[in-house]
């Protein structure tokens, strides 16, 4: 690579710091009361991303030949460690988005109750769920495009980095901003009332991070495009060395806020522990069954313009002429003259 700074010093950079990042989920996973369910999935998955990054700095610092030519020339690098390492990351992020969308769900209220507010939350979840699942799922043909490209395979350097870049651009910074606002948006309108305060106040943290996150990605993400386009910007080490780790930090911010999530919250919440979360699940359940047979009971009013007589069978009298068997008895009647 045609810069004034050193690539060597950069990756030995990359190295620690990525091992630093290992030791912070590890210690996390193994000591104290450690997270359970989907929080453990969620770390190991995340993990496993900084981990596959980690090989691939070591794999450069040991010559290994196939990325020997990393420090001439940047188009015949080989990073195809690291992008496998972010399929691992958007499903760690799914994953993370279907349990907020479980936790905020249980406090939010029963869905089966037919206040439109309700409704409306019902549906703001369910695309926020589907939305990081369809993330997922669409990254990684889109990875595997990428790796090819490293490896010679299929598309052009050029081509493949537009594609990469857009990609990015889409899903990483608008799509997840657009979530990142909603959620923010979810938890101020709906969860308000909520009498557990303690479970809000750890989901509040946790979407308060994702938001925070969020728009500092989108902010170093713009910085890396100002950086890259100006014409001779390879001609001028400074820049390079900025522009390098600018992207190195998009690409670690998104494995620390995942530790983040569930550092925020405490050991009882149901964000970090599936007992937890399935006790509040439960609860969340017996409140949907009240609801629902509260909401037979009243389905059907008499004289309401909304019933369907047709429907109603054998009406109850009013209280006036309603006769209580056991106080009357044929002698009560008068007797008749025929």
Request: charged fraction near 15%; charge should be negative; proline fraction near 4%.
């Amino acid at each position: 690579m045609d810069c004034a700074f050193n690539v060597r010093t950069f990756y030995i950079t990359l190295a620690v710091i990525w091992s630093l990042t290992i030791v912070a989920f590890l210690s996390k996973l193994l000591c104290g009361k450690v997270p359970t369910g989907t929080a453990r999935s969620c770390l190991i998955l995340t993990m496993t991303s900084a981990a596959f990054s980690l090989i691939e700095a070591i794999l450069f610092l040991t010559k290994v030949p196939f990325y020997e030519n990393m420090e001439k020339d940047t188009t015949d690098a080989n990073h195809a460690l690291s992008y496998t390492g972010t399929i691992f990351l958007s499903v760690a992020l799914a994953l993370w988005a279907s349990l907020w969308c479980d936790v905020a769900g249980a406090l939010a209220g029963p869905r089966s109750a037919q206040d439109t507010s309700i409704k409306q939350a019902v549906s703001q979840l369910s695309m926020v769920r589907r939305g990081y699942m369809v993330v997922a799922v669409l990254h990684v043909p889109i990875c595997i495009l990428r790796t090819f490209t490293e490896f010679k395979i299929g598309l052009q350097f050029w081509e493949s980095t537009l594609i990469w870049t857009a990609w990015l651009f889409i899903s990483a910074c608008c799509v997840f901003t657009v979530f990142a606002v909603q959620m923010w948006l979810f938890v101020a309108k709906h969860l308000n009332n909520v009498k557990d305060t303690e479970k809000v106040q750890g989901l509040r943290l946790v979407t308060m991070v994702n938001l925070v996150e969020q728009m500092v990605y989108n902010l170093f993400l713009a910085a890396v495009g100002v950086l890259y386009f100006p014409e001779h910007s390879n001609s001028f080490g400074n820049i390079q060395l900025a522009y390098f780790t600018l992207l190195f930090g998009l690409y670690w911010m998104l494995h620390a806020q995942v530790l983040f999530f569930f550092l925020v919250v405490k050991p009882n919440d149901p964000f970090h522990s599936k007992p937890d979360l399935e006790m509040l699940m439960l609860l969340s359940h017996d409140e949907e069954e009240s609801a629902s047979k509260d909401a037979e009971k009243n389905s059907v009013v008499i004289g309401s313009p909304t019933s369907d007589p047709a429907e109603v069978t054998n009406p109850m009298p009013p209280p006036c002429l309603m006769v209580d068997d056991s106080e009357s008895n044929e002698s009560d009647w008068p007797e008749s003259k025929l």
